[in-house]
């Protein structure tokens, strides 16, 4: 991987490793790690289970912990030297948080959790951080950012993909991509979502992002277009949550 900020992959992996050190000893002193059990459907087979660690309700618990550690103020002064950290972080965190908590809470903890996502919990491993990494770095130096957003549909199918208007389409889950991108889809989505016929759908919304551009409102981009759909076919639909 070609990095482009050496000094502050280094201060970022500092503190990552730290933060691992730090909640796997809370693990080992009888802290517990909630999992989510995943379902994924197999066509002409049976299904298959997956316990998936909730590894970002365990690190968001102990946020101010993680946030009062050296390498959290080391890895933040390196982060703060960096214009892209900042429009990255506000475009993350909207404007009410100062600099200083948008970058904890969208860089640091982001990353540590994807990290640990990467690795199914608390046991290093140098390609995920890598990985995760590399990622963070095409997201804060890259010219242009993709902002995307989905919403559970619930009273309609579709057999083909609908665009609904630039940027925003209704189409069928894939299996297994709302606990791949956010395991805690399985408690959040409706039931039975994804199993049953009129319960397999998303509104998906788009944007391409220049610069400082803010990203849309969702919310009530995806609600309007759950109004519209109403209004015109008059099926009962309904929305779940907004997954970013």
Do not use: N
Not at 14 to 39: H, I, K, N, Q
Not at 54 to 66: G, S
Not at 182 to 208: I, Q
């Amino acid at each position: 991987m070609a990095v482009r900020a050496p000094h502050l992959q280094h201060a970022l992996r500092s503190f990552v490793l730290g933060a691992f050190a730090y909640l796997l000893r809370e693990l080992e002193d009888g802290a517990d790690l909630p999992v989510a059990f995943v379902e994924h459907e197999q066509r002409g087979g049976p299904a298959l289970y997956e316990y998936r660690p909730l590894v970002r309700a365990y690190v968001e618990d102990r946020a101010a912990r993680l946030r009062s550690r050296d390498d959290a103020a080391i890895a933040l002064e390196e982060l703060s030297r960096e214009p892209a950290a900042g429009i990255f972080a506000r475009a993350h965190a909207g404007p009410k948080p100062s600099e200083e908590e948008a970058l904890f809470r969208t860089v640091l903890l982001g990353l540590l959790v994807s990290t640990a996502e990467a690795c199914g919990g608390f046991d290093w491993d140098d390609d995920s951080f890598d990985r995760a990494y590399a990622e963070l770095e095409r997201s804060l130096f890259g010219e242009r950012r993709t902002y995307a957003a989905i919403a559970p549909l619930v009273g309609i199918t579709a057999s083909t993909q609908v665009e609904l208007a630039p940027g925003l389409r209704m189409r069928a889950l894939a299996d297994g991509e709302l606990a791949r991108h956010w395991p805690e889809a399985s408690s959040l989505a409706p039931p039975d979502f994804g199993r049953e016929a009129d319960r397999y759908c998303v509104l998906e919304l788009r944007s391409a992002l220049a610069g400082a551009e803010d990203p849309p409102d969702a919310p009530a981009e995806i609600a309007d277009a759950v109004t519209a759909i109403r209004l015109a076919t008059a099926a009962p639909l309904s929305a779940g949550p907004v997954l970013f």
